[in-house]
């Protein structure tokens, strides 16, 4: 009887793991709520627990940035529909990645590959459609897109809570200088280098006192 090859050596992505990131996920999308919530506040000029019972009650997100957006019209009329137009598609985008991340299953995907003349079966956990075996070439979320979808939330979650600020009272001079312009044109992520709220942003350089 032939000898039976030892088996490959296993490199894993737990399950443990994929569920931590996701976990993550859904609580940076319940972050970017909580900005959209401030907005809200700021829209109808009351404080944030007011506009919470509103906010938190509308179950429907499209609807959730519609209300907002009319609120926006009514205050500003078409001041900020440059920014507000783009923001909003981004967070479309948002609201159905997040569906996605909430509702998918867990899967396992196994692969064998050569890394230093060895071969090693990797086995990697992802999120698919509940009905992906009846599709062809049906997507998958994976960690990189949890990581990625965390870091959008956070980013346009800090926007939202800027344009509260912008919305919501005065701000000096400086804060203007920095953010007005940013409101009055479309909202991109990623965020260019010149973006303040960009990782590695460094403000203009004050000139020397005299």
Aim: proline share 7%; aromatic share 10%.
């Amino acid at each position: 009887m032939a000898k039976q090859p030892p088996p490959l050596p296993i490199e894993q992505l737990s399950m443990r793991e994929l569920m931590s990131y996701r976990a993550e996920a859904i609580q940076a999308y319940a972050l970017l709520e909580f900005g959209l919530n401030k907005l809200l506040a700021a829209l109808l000029e009351t404080d944030q627990k007011a506009s919470g019972i509103v906010f938190y009650k509308i179950t429907n997100a499209r609807a959730r940035n519609d209300i907002m957006e009319k609120l926006l019209h009514y205050r500003h009329g078409n001041t900020y529909n440059l920014f507000w137009n783009s923001l909003v598609k981004i967070i479309r985008c948002i609201d159905i990645k997040r569906n996605e991340v909430v509702h998918w299953h867990t899967s396992a995907r196994e692969e064998t590959v050569r890394r230093d003349d060895v071969l090693i079966k990797t086995r990697t956990f992802e999120l698919v459609p509940p009905n992906s075996y009846w599709r062809e070439n049906a997507g998958v979320i994976t960690v990189r897109d949890m990581k990625e979808f965390s870091k959008k939330c956070k980013f346009i979650s800090d926007c939202a809570i800027m344009f509260s600020r912008r919305l919501g009272g005065k701000q000096t001079q400086a804060w203007l200088d920095t953010w007005q312009q940013i409101f009055l044109t479309p909202a991109v992520y990623p965020p260019l280098d010149t973006h303040p709220l960009y990782p590695n942003y460094r403000g203009p350089d004050t000139p020397p006192q005299s």
